[in-house]
DNA sequence: GTTGAAACAATGTGGCG
DNA sequence: CGCCACATTGTTTCAAC
């Protein structure tokens, strides 16, 4: 949280969720939904880019029409907790064309690596290559997604 | 993959990964990055979404700042896998503002659930109330996330 | 695929509550 | 201070080539 930030309102949380759901919409429809000019509204959402609410827009895409027929789930464990070795582990693997996400996480596991793949020898291949293929590395281990659904309702509580 | 759909070619990757790093780019800066007219570049980003390839436009937001200061993984197995019973597991916790997206797995774990919660105390009551609650919930295990990073490469390969 | 004109949206300014 | 109306600028979109 930035400082000389107002706190966001219900117009705020509102101009949010409508943008969360489809970001396509143009600040001219937003602002007939919420009730505002046009105007107010555009300086309501760059308001909340500049406070780093609003951090970018992603585009969807369907990987499987790229070429990603399958998705996995991977699971790494390293040998080596320097912040150094996990943080080059992470850019390294980020930058892949393979990986789509990695979760940092607390437990027995330190990466989650959300992955797509051509098929399972490319898999198979990822695997080795990209990650057994590591020192660091310690255990790995694969699991099929059947589907990843994204939420469409942004997190608002409290 | 729809009929009628001509192969994706190497322009189409062009557009395609300039948006998948920054879909807020106009369609004009598009259109001078990779070299056609403004027209026949809209044209293609309109045969991308027609085709199913770009299948939406979502926002990115700063989770912390709207109170989930917690991110968590929570592996979940279901004692009944018909498919009235897992589709409305999904529908459920998809709806709930804490699910931020569900993993359908293969593997020992049915899915995982990427949540965010407002502290520690709020874990504890999303876990019990919105899963161990439901009688077709076996087995819960809940790890924390560090951070989440997506990439900003489309996946494309072959 | 291009060009150029018309339609539309985003943005900045100044005035009002 | 935030909102609105209006003027300006830039972008999208369509038709003709």
Redesign the interface.
């Known amino acids: 949280?930035k400082k000389n930030q107002r706190p966001?309102d219900q117009v705020d949380l509102q101009i949010?969720s409508l943008?969360?759901e489809?970001?396509?919409q143009s600040n001219k429809d937003i602002a007939n939904k919420v009730g505002l000019a046009p105007s107010s509204c555009l300086e309501r959402i760059k308001r909340l880019q500049a406070?780093?609410?609003?951090?970018?827009?992603?585009?969807?895409?369907?990987?499987?029409?790229?070429?990603?027929h399958i998705q996995a789930?991977i699971s790494v464990r390293l040998s080596d907790h320097n912040r150094a070795t996990v943080s080059q582990f992470?850019t390294d693997l980020?930058?892949l064309?393979?990986?789509?996400?990695?979760?940092?996480?607390?437990?027995?596991?330190d990466f989650?690596l959300?992955v797509?793949v051509?098929d399972s020898a490319?898999l198979r291949d990822f695997v080795f290559n990209a990650i057994t293929a590591r020192k660091e590395v310690n255990h790995v281990e694969t699991?099929?997604?059947?589907?990843?659904?994204?939420?469409s309702?942004?997190?608002?509580?409290?």
Chains 1, 2 share one sequence.
């Open positions: 949280m966001l949010l943008l969360y489809d970001a396509s406070d780093g609410v609003i951090t970018g827009q992603r585009l969807s895409v369907d990987v499987n029409q790229l070429g990603g789930m992470q980020l930058s064309p393979e990986v789509m996400s990695i979760f940092h996480m607390g437990g027995e596991n989650l959300h797509t051509s490319h699991a099929l997604v059947y589907d990843h659904q994204i939420s309702t942004v997190p608002s509580f409290g």
